[in-house]
């Protein structure tokens, strides 16, 4: 009784929260006070600082109903889809056959990294020269080796398959490097007693390591996905979202509303609903997967 009175009565210091406060301001001047100006901007339509007019849901349903918006909608989608069932199936195969130990392991880990490293619109001017059939090494292989004729300016097949190739290069590492890690948190022990029951490699990787990477698996998943349904600024390098509207992402059509147009109402509906649509699905993936994982 006594303790529980003692623990009951004993003084608080909340000067923590003093530690708290510059990271809640610097959230509400690079998070929230920007999202509430695009809240702002969408229900308004605005002619120019001075003047104003509200105009409730209307971007909203104009948005909703746009048949380029929904085209790139899907193309948007299926390249999301299309990078993860490339680049973690790839990233996890990557890991497995990287070494576990030795002096090859910091080698491996760097030449993994190297894409990893490079700036995304370097990126794309690295893709957009190496894929080229004139000068590039790429473009010119695929023309002269192959004899296809590959032009990614010209055609839509070749365009989405550059972007696709270029995404899958530069993102592959993260997958690898996040398994990777996972398969190091193994401990021996499993190893070892799969090597006394003469266990296949398939056998391992089947009932020892892809149970052990499922919550990695999970943190793969969700990072790709939301990162390859926001990609920008790769395909707007290379192809500038063509040839026609063939690789033109949900975040280009959007950067031409607010920036080719300067359409600030229609832009900020766009992008809260680009954003709600994340923040969903990628909920939806977590809560799936972590129950599938339980």
Not at 247 to 273: E, H, N, R, W, Y
Request: net charge positive; glycine share 6%; aromatic share 12%.
């Amino acid at each position: 009784m006594s303790a529980s009175t003692t623990s009951d009565t004993k003084p608080r210091n909340n000067r923590a929260w003093f530690l708290v406060l510059p990271v809640v301001v610097s959230v509400a001047f690079t998070a929230v006070i920007p999202l509430m100006t695009v809240v702002n901007y969408s229900v308004q339509d605005i002619f120019s600082p001075s003047d104003r007019l509200f105009v409730g849901l209307e971007w909203y349903r104009q948005i909703s109903r746009d048949g380029e918006v929904r085209s790139a909608f899907v193309r948007t989608l299926l390249f999301s889809l299309q990078v993860l069932l490339l680049e973690i199936p790839l990233g996890v195969a990557v890991a497995v056959m990287m070494p576990r130990r030795g002096r090859a392991v910091p080698v491996a880990l760097v030449v993994v990294a190297l894409p990893l490293l490079i700036p995304w619109n370097v990126v794309g001017t690295i893709w957009q020269i190496f894929a080229r059939g004139d000068i590039g090494l790429g473009g010119w292989a695929i023309n002269s080796v192959l004899g296809i004729n590959f032009n990614y300016a010209l055609d839509a097949t070749d365009a989405w398959a550059t972007v696709l190739l270029m995404d899958v290069w530069h993102w592959t590492p993260l997958v690898a490097l996040l398994a990777y890690a996972g398969l190091r948190s193994i401990p021996d022990a499993y190893f070892q007693a799969a090597r006394i029951d003469a266990a296949s490699a398939w056998s391992v990787f089947r009932y020892i390591q892809l149970p052990r990477l499922r919550g990695v698996l999970t943190i793969a998943i969700l990072l790709r996905f939301m990162d390859s349904f926001m990609i920008y600024t790769e395909p707007f390098v290379v192809t500038g979202g063509g040839p026609g509207n063939a690789t033109s992402f949900l975040s280009i059509l959007l950067s031409k509303v607010a920036v080719g147009q300067f359409d600030l109402g229609p832009a900020g509906a766009f992008s809260l609903m680009f954003f709600l649509f994340v923040q969903v699905v990628s909920y939806v993936f977590f809560t799936v997967l972590t129950r599938t994982g339980r």
